[in-house]
């Protein structure tokens, strides 16, 4: 089976691609791209979809990066593919996140790819993935101690529209296949550069394997990744569906929290797999968790509140009154805000996905979920809903003594981060409500009340 056959098989395996889709092929220049391009191109007017392509240029090579850009520009051109170009200053980006050049141009691009899918420029976007990339990819998650899903490699479809349609055509056959069609590829200068991960088990370690281990080293890998796949997928099934029973929704849905003591009543593998989701979630995109990381929030589920641990990405796991909650930096970052409210008014505050409602209510009245009822003529108008502040006190007993509001957060167990986001109803300079929990006892509605004032606190 040569090349193209197994291509289109590959297609129709995994249903990679519907008639009348438009695909974007991810273009770097080098042979497996180009013969990606070069197939497709083969296979789209008897498949029946469109074709695009997409290059980003990294700008680590200088004029080799520019050079790139023109020749695959130059070769869509003469082929009559549009080429859509963009480029990302990689280095920068990798020391403003602290990442290494590899991690930050994945990262950007596919953030590239997910702007296409996104603005509707193509459908789909396939990646040049080969089964020596797939092999590749296994051992460098070995040698990370990653787990099953780190054996299954690189997936065939991603649901992010991701498909890569070379990952069963070795390197070899590839180079045979650009041989054979006469096609030119450029050949990235950083390829030879053992300093990356992903370059010595290519030159390195592979080669080793094949000549003192293994000649099919590279087809044994492939096909444990193939074998791993199937299991990988039902798991995380599984632990997807328990995610959704075992999460902590928050008003603000932010941070993403898991139960601790439901986390230790499971299996460790399914646990590990719950850690990733919820990181993943808390990040937006995959948190590439090592064994170290677990080790770490396993170890986690046995302190006290206020133990933390560092995780990739400036995230980090929290204990927080019998839940772990995963946090990103900004998290801790303080958000204030202030506004006068009007009796009637109905006020949202979108960063928090809260929408609060001062009603005047009839007597009688019995206060909704998350209503508090206020004495109006108590209230000294107008209004303010703020954020809390330093110092900030709330009436507690009927006799007048208050009570930090630091102390009351505390006794509720409101997460640290949770506690700035929590609006507060302010009369004369006083803490009337703690919106959606608790009404001052100075002003709290009471059989004398003669004009109630609802105070309502909604999720949106």
């Known amino acids: ?252 849905g932010k941070p993403v929290c898991l139960h601790i003591e439901s986390l230790k009543m499971i299996d460790a593998s399914i646990a590990r797999r719950l850690f990733a989701i919820a990181a993943e979630d808390a990040l937006d995109k995959n948190p590439e968790l090592e064994r170290a990381h677990y080790d770490a929030l396993f170890a986690l589920l046995e302190k006290q509140t206020g133990s933390r641990t560092d995780l990739p990405h400036s995230l980090h796991a929290v204990v927080n009154y019998g839940w772990l909650a995963f946090e990103t930096e900004d998290a801790d970052e303080s958000l204030e805000f202030e506004f006068e409210a009007e009796v009637g008014g109905v006020y949202a505050i979108p960063e928090f996905n809260i929408r609060i409602s001062l009603e005047e209510r009839p007597s009688g009245y019995k206060a909704k979920s998350g209503e508090s009822l206020l004495d109006l003529d108590k209230l000294t108008l107008p209004l303010k809903i703020r954020s809390r502040r330093k110092g900030d006190k709330i009436v507690m007993f009927k006799d007048g003594r208050e009570k930090k509001l630091k102390s009351f957060f505390i006794d509720a167990k409101i997460p640290r981060s949770e506690r700035d986001k929590i609006p507060l109803l302010v009369s004369g300079g006083e803490i009337a409500a703690v919106i959606g929990m608790r009404a001052s006892e100075k002003f709290k509605a009471d059989k004398n009340t003669k004009r109630l004032l609802g105070v309502l606190y909604e999720r949106v």
């Open 1 to 252: 089976m040569n090349s193209l056959e197994r291509v289109r098989g590959t297609i129709e395996k995994f249903n990679m691609i519907e008639r009348g889709e438009n695909i974007a092929v991810a273009l770097s220049g080098g042979a497996d791209s180009v013969s990606l391009l070069h197939i497709l191109n083969e296979l789209s007017g008897r498949m029946g979809f469109g074709l695009c392509a997409v290059h980003l240029n990294h700008q680590i090579r200088g004029k080799e990066a520019d050079e790139d850009e023109a020749f695959v520009c130059s070769l869509c051109k003469d082929m009559g593919i549009r080429c859509i170009t963009a480029s990302a200053d990689v280095p920068a980006l990798a020391k403003q996140r602290g990442e290494s050049l590899e991690q930050a141009g994945r990262e950007a691009r596919y953030a590239l790819f997910a702007h296409i899918i996104r603005e509707k420029k193509a459908d789909k976007v396939a990646t040049a993935h080969n089964m020596n990339d797939r092999a590749e990819t296994v051992l460098m998650r070995i040698l990370r101690g990653s787990g099953l899903d780190g054996l299954a490699g690189i997936k065939p479809v991603r649901e992010d529209g991701i498909i890569r349609p070379l990952l069963y055509v070795p390197r070899a056959e590839i180079e045979k296949y650009c041989s054979e069609n006469g096609l030119d590829y450029r050949t990235d200068s950083t390829n030879s550069d053992n300093d990356y991960t992903r370059n010595k088990i290519r030159n390195e370690l592979i080669p080793t394997l094949e000549r003192e281990f293994n000649p099919s080293v590279v087809e044994t890998l492939a096909g444990l990744a193939e074998n791993v796949c199937g299991d990988a997928e039902f798991l995380d099934g599984y632990a997807r569906r328990l995610y959704r029973a075992m999460k902590n929704p928050l008003p603000s």
